[in-house]
């Protein structure tokens, strides 16, 4: 006991042993939460609590994880179950699936499967899209079943025109959704917490099992979260959650600040603790995180100190535009890992929108610097890993309707979209699945002959593959991949490049298969696979031993730390969010967002912001955001950069010793007068008048002290070295190939795999320049940079 509480602080410690009873964890960025939750859960087993009494939910798979991890070091061989809300969910509704229409065996929709679904269920509805988009109707669904509504209770409130049309589609796709025998994510949640409120029994029985429930990231959950460990926390109300109000970045999605600003509200006798002391940034990183924050309204009051070294002045520069910004990161990386200061993966870069990487990746890419785009679904949304999927869905699962939909024609088979749709009418008027309508095509008097002969062959490919649902994953994946002939047609149409393989990317989840096997040797199963996958979050792809530089959101950054830290694109539309301007909570979200941002970084930071940025193909003039005047400017570094280059929209000639050197910056005179846009430090005279004061005054704190001047020797003059692994467009070019303009249509080439071929398209520009080239053996794409081609002749 003295081993689990000597190396705590008195907060810590207090936490750590409190046993019955609600308890609320005000826990600062990097005060050690995890360390407090999963001590806590070992001081409860050493005190007799039965494991199975006790249930951690958490946002993300990696934190259990690593939760995971740390109890098992801590109190080995216990088997505390912890997961995410949507596992508990998931696993709960396996075991009580017919109380609510379902069979145990239901599929999980992941969000392109609940996107097609719900086309199907807007035009089974028969209403129009003139008003609301499909996406709209689908978001205001998804809101509903958050806020705890069926289709019979959405109609009693008062709904927008939006909302109204929604309401419409909303029963129509959740019965079609029973049909399927499937659930999308917001159904994990919705179908429990509606089992606890009206099944009293079922409620009481799993209270008394999970007498200890320890909740993460409270401040993340939503209502239907929230009434479901608050309905499991009645007869035994010891509710322990952890969070930080000022932590909140998801409530675009659902989630409530309330529930964390309230806990005391609901349990009058609870014990708060405040977790305070920051244990991973330097002083200088949590003074700039702690003004921020003090600026907004709804929070609970923390005192975050630190007893770290003082580091490095945070730093804030300012960028003449978006290829200058990842030129200079680049640049600033190649240097510290070159001279050993850094390793790559001591690096993350952090934007508000994924689109803000491409110049960052192209920079990164073009200075062989190894880097990692963190976004765990990524993977599982590549067409031939959803094709792939789409049989073993339809395996597990024969009412997987979106998943027929997807293989019945892949590879081709001669059934048409015509065809499909007269199985969809059929299914529909019947009330059954399309494999049991495809089963039945002689009795659809619409199909051609043909077409039900077609139909027929493949529910028998579908029988036969059925006979193997029970095999190890592994083998039925390579069954799956070799009878349905998609191995083949992969080889015969897949256009391969440099740096994706499909095929590749199909061994890789075999692969994934194989470490499923060896996981799960008792209690592996189809089903159990097919769950794992679709609950992978953004944040599970992050490697954190991994020497690559990480670029992400600063929505996935929440939970993970890095030496040192770039937050990009810190301007106003973009930071906060333009959306954000009319809502005060929305605004004081994307405040809380930056506030994450900043506190991930352990040594260094800096922060930065541009004069022009390349918005929808122009280059625009833009602002600083009005939380860089929240900042304690006088004590930060601050730097102003000179623009040179913007090498995206210029071909760019390899011959030339000078090639990978980036042209001048050039104005488009047709979308911009030069002289019109003012390239000084002031922004405030190109807006209107009385708009965004916070830019000149902003800038006004930033030149009251003498901005400390740059290095002297710019980046781009030293030779860069390559400190990544990564084969590069820089690599594969020389002197003696010919600039990426020589490859034009009509051109011979030779390539060392297809061999001669003839260029018949040829599109985009610079790096990006890509051709369509016919050979012998058919057409194949390439991006010209990284292609190994020689004009013939």
């Known amino acids: 006991m003295d081993a689990l509480l000597n190396e705590l602080t008195p907060p810590q410690r207090d936490a750590v042993c409190h046993v019955d009873g609600p308890m609320l964890i005000l826990a600062g960025p990097g005060s050690g939460k995890t360390r407090v939750v999963t001590h806590r859960i070992a001081y409860l087993l050493q005190h007799g609590i039965p494991e199975w009494q006790i249930a951690a939910l958490t946002f993300t798979n990696k934190a259990a994880d690593e939760m995971r991890l740390r109890v098992d070091a801590l109190a080995p061989g216990r088997q505390v179950w912890m997961g995410t809300f949507h596992r508990f969910c998931a696993q709960l509704l396996r075991r009580y699936a017919s109380m609510v229409g379902l069979q145990e065996n239901y599929s999980i929709y992941d969000t392109s499967d609940s996107k097609q679904a719900m086309k199907r269920a807007i035009e089974a509805a028969g209403v129009s899209t003139s008003h609301a988009s499909p996406e709209q109707i689908a978001q205001s669904i998804s809101k509903a079943k958050n806020q705890l509504m069926t289709p019979e209770t959405m109609q009693m409130h008062g709904l927008s025109p939006k909302e109204t049309v929604a309401a419409k589609v909303y029963p129509v796709y959740q019965q079609q959704l029973l049909t399927a025998n499937a659930v999308d994510f917001d159904d994990l949640l919705l179908h429990v917490a509606n089992l606890l409120r009206h099944q009293p029994e079922l409620r009481s029985d799993l209270d008394a099992r999970f007498r200890y429930i320890l909740v993460d990231e409270y401040q993340d959950t939503n209502l239907a979260q929230y009434a479901i460990v608050r309905a499991l926390s009645i007869d035994h109300p010891n509710l322990s959650v952890t969070g930080d109000p000022d932590q909140s970045i998801y409530g675009w999605r659902g989630a409530d600040l309330n529930n964390i600003l309230d806990f005391e509200k609901d349990y009058p006798s609870v014990k708060t603790v405040r977790l305070e002391q920051n244990y991973r940034s330097t002083p200088n990183v949590l003074r700039v995180a702690d003004q921020l924050i003090r600026h907004n309204r709804r929070r609970k009051q923390k005192e975050l100190f630190t007893d770290n070294p003082d580091g490095q002045p945070v730093i804030l520069r300012m960028f003449e535009n978006g290829y200058e910004e990842a030129d200079a990161i680049a640049d600033e990386i190649v240097s510290a890992v070159s001279t050993d200061v850094a390793r790559p993966s001591d690096f993350a870069i952090f934007c508000r929108m994924n689109s ?15 880097y990692q785009i963190v976004n765990g679904v990524e993977f599982y949304q590549r067409k031939e890993i959803k094709d792939v999927l789409a049989y073993l869905h339809l395996i597990n699962n024969p009412g997987h309707d979106v998943a027929l939909q997807r293989v019945i024609n892949t590879p081709t088979r001669g059934i048409g979209a015509k065809t499909v749709q007269r199985l969809q009418r059929f299914a529909d008027d019947h009330h059954v ?6 089963r039945r095509a002689d009795e659809i008097d619409s199909l051609a002959k043909r077409s039900a002969t077609m139909v027929k062959k493949f529910v028998t490919l579908y029988d036969r593959l059925a006979t193997k649902a029970t095999a190890p994953l592994e083998d039925l994946l390579r069954f799956v991949v070799q009878e349905s ?32 096997d060896r996981r799960h ?6 089903e159990a696979f097919l769950e794992q996958v679709a609950l992978v979050s953004d944040t599970d792809a992050f490697e954190d031993n991994d020497q690559r530089v990480t670029l992400m959101t600063l929505h996935a950054s929440k939970g993970l730390e890095f030496p040192r830290v770039f937050i990009v694109g810190v301007e106003d539309d973009l930071l906060p969010h333009k959306r954000s301007k009319e809502d005060d909570s929305q605004f004081e979200e994307e405040r809380r967002l930056l506030f994450v941002g900043i506190t991930r970084a352990k040594q260094w930071l800096q ?32 730097i102003e950069s000179t623009a040179r280059r913007d090498w995206f929209d210029h071909d760019i000639d390899q011959s030339h010793p000078d090639a990978w050197e980036l042209p001048e910056i050039q104005i488009d005179s047709d979308s911009a007068d030069p002289e019109s846009i003012d390239t000084s430090f002031d922004f405030g005279a190109n807006q209107d008048p009385g708009r965004d004061d916070h830019a000149q005054e902003t800038l006004a704190r930033f030149d009251e002290a003498d901005a400390k001047p740059a290095p002297a020797a710019n980046a781009h003059d030293q030779p860069i070295p390559e400190i990544g692994s990564l084969r590069t467009a820089a690599d594969l070019l020389s002197n003696k190939r010919p600039p990426l303009t020589a490859f034009r249509e009509g051109i011979q080439v030779r390539h060392y795999e297809y061999g ?38």
């Open 485 to 516: 002939g998609y191995d083949k047609h992969l080889e015969k149409h897949s256009i391969e490049s440099d740096d994706t393989s499909p095929l590749a990317n199909v061994d890789e989840l075999i692969s994934a298969a194989v470490d499923f």
């Open 521 to 526: 040797p008792d209690d592996g199963s189809l």
């Open 356 to 370: 803000l990487t491409r110049s960052l990746e192209h920079a990164l890419r073009g200075r062989g610097v190894p």
């Open 756 to 793: 001669e071929g003839t260029i018949i398209a040829v599109s985009g520009r610079g790096p990006k320049r890509m051709a369509r080239i016919q050979f012998a053996d058919g057409e194949h794409n390439f991006r010209l940079a990284f292609a190994k081609l020689e004009v013939v002749g």
């Open 433 to 438: 699945p399309m494999l049991e309508a495809a």
């Open 607 to 638: 922060l930065s912001c541009c004069k022009r940025r390349m918005i929808r193909g122009d280059t625009r003039p833009v602002i600083p955001s009005p939380f860089l005047n929240e900042l304690p400017l006088e004590e930060m570094e601050r």
